[in-house]
């Protein structure tokens, strides 16, 4: 079992902090770890560290007095059953945009180069995302040609009828888990249901595999709702985190 710690240094500090683009950490084991192993690991953090913040995963079961603990969610869609059955579960919602895609032409494809994503993320996604620093633009590069190269993850877009990009994410999988890591649209994408479209195609090709979609859940009301449109089912996990800075370091995180 291992669990990985992020430490970056601030204003000479040390703290544990919870990565952008990194859904869920904690303990990981080809197990599901009993909460006893979880607070083993969680006990072994060196004190130095006097700022934690940490999100678990799905299979980390956490109680514990000495950390604030919120409850987060996930979104799973179960893939395992034949496409017509899955679909009967999508909402009203999803069924009109997905005929707004058709009527406009939309089409499907898994080509697209790591800066064009990048560079299309970063017009259409990252104004939206406060902590977004122009250093992860190298990192978004770093990680998805890694994952390529390990044929663990893959693009998928959406272009319109003049073969311009209206939509675009990122997954990387398992033997059991499509992962919907990040995603953007632009206005006419929007406006289309691209989105609507590329999720629906991944469905179909997917469909009727031992799998699950893993959407990575949100906090945000409305993308929450655009995930469970499709039948997504709500998978809890856990966030810890506890502050013992002295006062006075207090307000650099908060």
């Not at 130095?48 to 956490?62: A, D, H, P, S, T």
């Not at 919602?93 to 790591?114: I, T, Y």
């Amino acid at each position: 079992a291992v669990m990985q710690l992020v430490h970056p240094k601030k204003f000479g500090l040390e703290y544990i902090y919870h990565p952008i683009f990194a859904p869920q950490l904690g303990v990981f084991a080809g197990f599901k770890p009993p909460a006893d192993l979880l607070d083993r690991f969680i006990d072994a953090i060196p004190e130095e560290y006097k700022y934690i913040e940490i999100r678990l995963n799905e299979g980390n079961e956490v109680k514990r007095e000495d950390f604030q603990i919120e409850e987060r969610m996930n979104m799973h869609l179960d893939l395992n059953k034949p496409y017509e059955q899955i679909e009967e579960g999508y909402n009203s919602n999803v069924k009109r945009n997905l005929k707004k895609a058709e009527k406009a032409g939309l089409k499907f494809n898994s080509q697209l180069k790591p800066e064009a994503f990048v560079d299309f993320y970063l017009e259409h996604t990252a104004p939206k995302i406060p902590e977004f620093k122009p250093e992860h633009k190298h990192m978004m590069l770093r990680n998805t040609y890694k994952a390529i190269a390990h044929s663990v993850g893959s693009f998928y877009t959406i272009k319109n009828e003049k073969e311009e990009l209206v939509a675009a994410a990122f997954y990387m999988f398992t033997p059991s888990r499509l992962i919907h890591l990040s995603n953007a649209i632009s206005p006419e994408g929007k406006e289309n249901g691209a989105m609507h479209k590329l999720v629906d195609t991944l469905v179909r090709i997917n469909a009727y595999h031992p799998k699950v979609l893993d959407f990575e859940g949100s906090m945000i009301p409305s993308i929450a709702q655009f995930y469970q449109s499709f039948g997504a089912k709500k998978v809890p996990y856990w966030e810890i985190r506890r502050n013992r800075l002295p006062w006075f370091a207090k307000l650099f995180k908060k």
